[in-house]
């Protein structure tokens, strides 16, 4: 499903490259649109049962006859984007109107064109560049504009501050992510994402699938740190200082509401997925089923990947349920005096490693 | 320490400072507006009484054309001994120095009583209302308050209307 | 190298902001991050109270009193009940101390679970808060078995208490301190020794005893301070000097003496107390009339007194004057939080804003009792 | 150097231990949950392990009720209310202890009480009621009480009377008279008496 598959078909169609490339876009941008809008869904759900599971309750439940929720509360999530949808759209009189307007598509659309990169399986990737974990890595960070056009425009105190304090964070953590995949990228000499899968096919000492975050300790150490990292940059707890319910009230979303702020919403989530997608591609083996040779055709290797980035995605709503927040100074000393130094040596060491027992 | 001592030491200290008055109870004192900021200084530092905890500040109105009274509850945490001190003021011009600087915890008790009470403490570095809002009429707690009819439009409801039947 | 100075930007934390625990504004002046000046502005929760109680009968202040901390009313009435009788000089039977006491107990219980849940809600933990309001539930459910109501009781009368113990009173409570004991151990392990939240409290708003002392803060933050001073030790009322219990101090464990986390480690270790105290007390429980010593009208004798107990958050004090009528001539509360929130700005100057409202957290306030 | 690494191990650690308690936790949802699905479950739930049963509580506080057959008119309750939120009128009976058919008078009490006073108006605002309960006790006929737990067999449990109008938070438990009864009551004709 690739774009040079929809447009070499219709370059038999006839001559016309131009408007050929334009709709290959657009026909691949719909079902992406409509599968973070699905996700999304699934993993607001998924929020809310996981963190009442583990507060000892049960969360959204619907019962009995009337309006309600559905069984188990399924239809939550649907009620809640219906009613964002339908909310009056509010833009404050000293708002910067355009920005304001504009800030929340910015920051969904550093979110939307990641995906253009993500290999689902086999054949499912939008576009396989051969520069594909750099393309994500540099548009991924596209949506900090987005954010401080948020705080700024807003015309608010705190949103000022959320802004802030989010283009600090999502900057830093940028370094010990890229520098984590740098690692990665050594061993399998390759920027492709589809170059980084193929790679890890097969088995390492015998048992272990040939994963990089098997391959040897310090891969697994760059894994964790392109994770919490990752974690950073989606501004989910415990780095979640840019919205911190408790101090800045919603952040660079305070003056929010209706569809702006579902979009906001749903680029977090959006990022979350993405941050799963490249933690799963370059260090969990992407679409590989863990016992290599076996299970591995296409429709498999969807299931595959979907897991594992589901399961990365949980262990972020777990970490939120869990952990306190970081304060601002705290936050920046774990990038710079612990992420990045640690990222940075590891990657000598992967390197050491690789040629000495490679 | 006890009360009568007490008394005595403050009584040496600032001759003429303490007044006697039969209707206070054993643990009581009554002193002069006029050299309160000293006294107080003088219960903080002085070893032998080391106030070093003002418990409570309460402001009094003794009615009709009484004074108001300001009175101060000391505890001290070095000795376990205390006393309460009892400042009568002109209803009409209410004024005593102000102990904020010498126990920080002065400093909203003071305030609070101005507040309810119309107590002006002199020397007193913030003194504003505090519970009631900045542009407040009246002294709420003195016993001939009227509350003011409106407040910024609103009308300031009355003790009990009987609105419903 | 200068100081680079920026510009520097009013805000104004509340009045409605989550997590000013009421309706409090904080004016905070800003460098960044920096916060340099903080004045609180309190009354928005102003309800009269002092007033209210020139105009009703003796009996019908207690249930004013349960309105002013609304998270430990038996505590308010507690401190109340205990001043009037100290007026009338009414010596209560010792079933009605006991059950003052347990129930006291109980209730600092239920107000601490409630000031560490919120103060983890400040820093950021969610889950704390919820288990420790699912704990803080079985309390106001033996509060509403014993006096039929969960939030202000209006249980302890001048003389004697609204309704004697119910009949199985002594198994559900032990039954509710046999349940509760091990989840102390599951907070500490899920919050208190989180990395995370330790580094948010550690050495973080050192309140020095001095200073402490000097600004009048009391109970918990006090004691956070290394001052060992307990009103139910130093000033036993009641029946306190019955009980054994000790005292928890802060000792800096993670970082400098009256730290915050020192304030919410003091809370910690006062819940363990209070179930001691709660054990003791149910174990020596007489049988007895309560009602035996409620007199038939209240009409103190002429006089004033200052009297005060401790409550979850400090010293509560009432003052009561009274000139021989059925109504009191003038009613005045000394609130322990309202202390303690004075404090604020000589704590929290010259930390961050998350700091702030963390520091705020450890000091404990309820709104109804600072503006009353 | 050293510090440096036990610090990262305690920060392992310590997070460890607290997600494995919420992982403990969410696995035993099924045993440890304590939500009440309100409108369908009634608490007390039986599952729900809250050590006592309802029957034997002592008391509730719920709604205020006053049995105005009981009532004497006596204006304790109304004296012991801290909010003023009981309302008493009351008119001198003709006859001490009689009933009155034509205005569902009854001129005895429960308790044997002969009744002088025809209670012409009692209401009881329950959104100013601040459920203290301190005008339960001085009654001396034990004809107002919150319905419900001890009370039930006097009148059922009733605590969700949320109205749409605040007015009709206001009770009124006296028997409804007309002007003109009440007027016959204050002013009674002499041949009446006879």
Known sequence: ???????????????????????????????????????????????????????DKVGPMGQGVGLHAGKWGLLQPVADALKLILKEDI??????????????????????????????????????????????????????????????????????????????????????????????????????????????????????????????????????????????????????????????????????????????????YANMFIVSGIAVTAFLGGWQSPISGILNSPAWGLWWFMSKAMFLIFAMIWFRWTFPRLRVDQLMNVCWKGFTPIAMVNIFGVGIWHLMLG | MTSTEIKETLDRQFPGSVIENIDLAENQLELKPDQWLEIATFLKNEPGLSFDQLECVTGIDTGEEGPLQSRYN???????????????????????????????????????????????????????????????????????????????????????????E | MGVVQGDQMVLNIGPQHPSTHGVLRLQVRTDGEIVSEIKPYIGYLHRCFEKH???????????????????????????????????????VPDRVEYIRVIMAELNRIASHLLALGTYGLDVGAFTPFLYMFRDRERILDIFELTCGARLLYNYMWVGGVSHDLPKDFERICIGFLDYFEPKIKEYNDLLTHNKIFLERTADVGVLPPDVAINFGVSGPNLRGSGVNWDVRKDEPYSIYDRFEFEIPLGEGEFGTVGDSFDRYWVRVCEMKESIKIIRQAIKDLPDGDVFQTIPKKIRPPKGSIYRRTESPRGDLGYYIISDGSPIPYRVKMRSPAFTALSSLGEIAEGWMLSDVIAILGSLDIVLGEIDR | ??????????????????????????????????????????????????????????????????????????????????????????????????????????????????????????????????????????????????????????????????????????????????????????NPKPDAKA
């Open chain 1, 1 to 55: 499903m690739t774009v040079d598959t929809l447009m070499n078909w219709f370059a038999k169609l006839g001559d016309f490259p131009e408007l050929a490339f334009i709709l290959a876009v657009l026909i691949c941008a719909v079902p992406v649109f409509l599968f973070i809008a699905v996700y999304a869904l699934v993993a607001i759900y998924g929020e809310l049962k996981i963190s009442s599971f583990m507060q």
């Open chain 1, 91 to 268: 833009i404050p009189t000293s708002a910067d109107k355009k920005l304001f307007i504009l800030a929340p598509f910015i920051v969904f659309i550093g979110a939307f064109i990641a995906f253009a990169a993500l290999p689902f399986n086999q054949n499912i990737i939008i576009a396989d560049m051969n520069i594909g974990i750099f393309y994500i890595l540099a548009v991924s960070s596209l949506g900090v504009i987005g954010l401080i056009m948020a705080g700024w425009s807003s015309n608010n105190k705190w949103s000022l501050y959320g802004a802030m304090r989010s283009a600090a964070q999502i900057v830093s953590y940028e370094i010990p992510a890229a520098l984590s995949i740098i690692a990665v990228i050594m061993l399998t000499g390759t920027l492709s994402m589809q170059g980084i899968i193929q790679h890890q096919s097969g088995f390492v000492w015998g048992i272990l699938p040939n994963w990089i975050i098997f391959q040897n300790p310090f891969t697994f150490l760059a894994f964790f740190i392109f994770f919490i990292s990752g974690v950073a940059e989606c501004n989910r707890t415990p780095f979640d200082i840019p919205e911190a319910e408790s101090e800045l009230v919603a952040g660079a979303f305070t003056e929010y509401s209706g569809m702006r702020y579902a979009f906001f919403f749903l680029s977090e």
């Open chain 2, 74 to 164: 000391f505890h001290s945490m070095e000795h376990r001994h205390k006393i309460e001190v009892v400042i009568s003021l002109d209803r009409n011009n209410p004024k005593v120095a102000s102990i904020e600087q010498v126990w920080r915890v002065g400093d909203w008790f003071e305030r609070e009583t101005y507040d309810m009470f119309g107590i002006i403490y002199e020397g007193h570095r913030d003194l504003r209302r505090i519970l009631c809002p900045e542009d407040w009429e009246g002294w709420p707690l003195r016993k001939d308050y009227e509350p003011q009819e409106t407040y910024h439009g609103i009308v300031v409801p009355k003790i009990k209307e009987e609105e419903w």
């Open chain 3, 53 to 91: 109680s020139e105009n009703v009968t003796y009996e019908q202040v207690i249930p004013f009193t349960d309105r002013c901390d609304y998270v430990a009313s038996m505590n308010n009435n507690f401190g109340y009940v205990v001043t009037m009788e100290e007026l009338m000089e009414i010596k």
């Open chain 4, 1 to 186: 150097m050293k510090k440096y690494f036990a610090n990262i191990w305690g920060t392992i650690t310590t997070l460890k231990t607290g997600m494995g308690i919420t992982w403990r936790h969410m696995m035993n949802i099924k045993k440890d949950n304590v939500t009440l699905q309100y409108p369908e479950e009634r608490w007390p739930r039986p599952e729900r392990d809250i050590g006592f049963e309802h029957e034997k509580y002592n008391v509730i506080r719920s709604r205020l009720h006053v049995d105005i057959d009981d009532c004497i008119g006596c204006l304790k309750c109304e004296r012991a209310c801290p909010v003023d939120c009981i309302k008493i009128d009351t008119i001198k009976a003709p006859t001490r202890g009689e009933d009155i058919p034509d205005i569902r008078h009854t001129g005895v009490t429960e308790n044997g009480t002969n009744k002088a006073l025809v209670v012409s108006r009692f209401t009881i605002d329950m959104s100013e009621c601040c459920y203290c309960n301190l005008c339960v006790y001085p009654c001396p006929e034990e004809c107002i009480y919150m319905v419900g737990g001890p009370n039930s067999p006097k009148h059922p449990i009733d605590y969700e009377f949320s109205e749409f109008n605040r007015k009709d938070l206001i009770y009124e438990f006296s028997k409804p008279l007309t002007s003109e009864q009440k007027s016959e009551l204050m």
